[in-house]
């Protein structure tokens, strides 16, 4: 069951994400055991072929509750989005909600979004990858766990199809300076119709930060 379930993470690995056990309430607990097996994704590396026919793939790192997998998968239901998350809680929120919502679209894992995409996903094999306010680190000495970096960015434009796009957001300036810089072919960008506004976007609005929409999509 999940909440006695090891993360995946290999030692020595830069981590790009604060891993936080947190605490699973008897609700999330109901949720995991009922609804976690519905769309859970066994252990890669995946052919995406067999498991899911013709059907597009899109890949989200870091999904936390699942507010923005639950909006995509309801606006692009022939489409199948892999939601990958280290927060339990968080994980047991979506996949709660995409019972309720009755989404078959929507698979799951528990574990390194950045290992699970490098080990486990094929090359050339998605249409998109997210990344919806990425951890900012925002102390100097930490700008290296950055998920948006140039070996990372290199190893997603390899799991892209040609005409894939890599779409992100940030509250941060200066980590949306950086996502530019790093990303070819980016550019601002507006909101996607179908993603909601999050619970962190709702923190950075709070503080009267700007959000910063980027998209950047590869030929």
């Given amino acids: 069951m999940l909440e006695n ?9 830069i981590r790009t994400f604060h891993a936080r056990r947190g605490r699973v309430t008897k609700n999330q607990i109901f949720a995991l055991e009922n609804y976690f097996s519905k769309f859970e ?4 590396p995946w052919d995406f072929k067999e498991l899911f ?5 899109v890949f989200e790192i870091g999904c936390g509750s699942g507010e923005s997998t639950i909006g995509f998968a309801k606006a692009n239901p022939e489409t ?24 078959t679209n929507i698979r799951v ?11 486990w996903v094929a090359d050339k094999s998605l249409t998109a990858i997210f990344a919806f306010f990425p951890d900012p680190w925002p102390k100097k000495r930490h ?3 950055r998920l948006f970096r140039t070996e990372i960015v290199e190893m ?16 941060w300036a200066e980590y949306g300076q950086q ?41």
């Fill in 156 to 171: 997603m434009q390899k799991k892209l199809k040609d005409g894939g796009e890599i779409i992100t957001a940030t509250d």
């Fill in 179 to 219: 996502m530019l810089e790093v990303l070819p072919n980016s550019k601002l960008s507006i909101r996607p119709s179908w993603r909601p506004t999050t619970k962190y976007e709702r923190k950075g609005l709070a503080a009267n930060r700007e959000i910063m929409e980027i998209q950047a999509i590869f030929n």
């Fill in 5 to 13: 379930a090891r993360l995946r993470v290999e030692p020595g690995v």
């Fill in 53 to 57: 026919g013709d059907k597009n793939v």
């Fill in 41 to 44: 994704l066994a252990d890669g």
């Fill in 80 to 103: 199948i989005i892999i939601a990958i998350e280290v927060h339990r809680p968080s994980i047991s929120h979506l996949v709660e909600s995409a019972h309720k919502e009755g989404l």
């Fill in 109 to 119: 894992a528990y574990s390194d979004g950045v290992q699970v995409l490098r080990d």
């Fill in 143 to 145: 700008n290296k766990r």
